[in-house]
């Protein structure tokens, strides 16, 4: 079974611009959760979907949005990029139903100049 | 109220050595304290995880010791092995569940030489 897989691995993105990141659950897991990790600190909470709806959000600005699909996949958007968006963002997928692991993904690396 | 305060930031250790990270918390309300492993270029995977009603859990050479009047856990690593030389995170999570939001420690970057 394949695992959780996010596209692009990497990005190179102008300051202002937008990005958009993509993640595809583990077949079967219903719940997405996001989050972004700054070199050399654990992964900060950004959102949580289940069953297509939010279910959490983090300390984050508006610019940060997300959304899940009918087939469980999701989408992550930062609006008007900043040099500080530079970060290795996590997609994690969890079967509320048939266990507690979050399985995370291996990260898209985003680099904003 | 939501922070997870993790230590060593680094740990050095001789290959058979014990390795031990130790991480605190505030807020009472968390029940699920996982342990995640994380390697350069890849996500964090799942090591192992305890709640409040165990003090002890052992899953092969990891252990965790839970102390719920301290607010604090720790991650010993027995017999420590070159390919354990990675990134370790201490998290806690609310809802008893990881699908919820987790917290993450700052993390411990643990060496081992042979």
């Known amino acids: 079974d394949a695992g959780v897989t996010q596209s692009p691995t990497h990005l190179i993105k102008t300051r202002g611009q937008h990005v958009t990141l993509r993640c595809s659950p583990i077949s079967g897991h219903k719940s997405v959760s996001w989050y972004q990790q700054v070199l050399g600190q654990g992964p900060q909470f950004i959102f949580q979907?289940?069953?297509?709806?939010?279910?959490g959000r983090g300390n984050f600005p508006d610019r940060f949005s997300a959304r899940q699909f009918p087939n469980y996949s999701s989408e992550l958007n930062v609006n008007a990029l900043l040099l500080g968006d530079s970060a290795l963002y996590l997609c994690?997928?969890?079967?509320?139903?048939?266990?507690?692991?979050?399985?995370f993904g291996q990260g898209t690396r985003l680099t904003v100049v | 109220q939501q922070q997870v305060k993790q230590s060593p930031q680094s740990l050095i250790v001789q290959k058979g050595g014990i390795s031990i990270i130790n991480c605190a918390y505030e807020n009472t309300a968390f029940d699920y304290f996982p342990w995640y492993q994380q390697f350069p270029g890849k996500g964090p995977a799942l090591l192992i995880a305890?709640?409040?009603?165990?003090s002890e859990k052992k899953e092969g050479r990891f252990t965790i010791s839970f102390n719920k009047s301290a607010k604090q856990f720790s991650l010993h690593i027995m017999d420590s092995q070159p390919g354990d030389s990675a990134t370790y995170f201490c998290?806690?999570?609310?809802?008893?569940?990881?699908?919820?939001?987790?917290?993450f420690g700052q993390g411990t970057i643990l060496t081992v030489h042979p």
């Open positions: 305890i709640r409040p009603d165990v």
């Open positions: 979907y289940y069953e297509k709806e939010e279910r």
């Open positions: 998290a806690a999570s609310i809802d008893g569940t990881s699908y919820g939001k987790l917290t």
């Open positions: 994690a997928s969890t079967n509320v139903r048939g266990g507690t692991e979050a399985f």
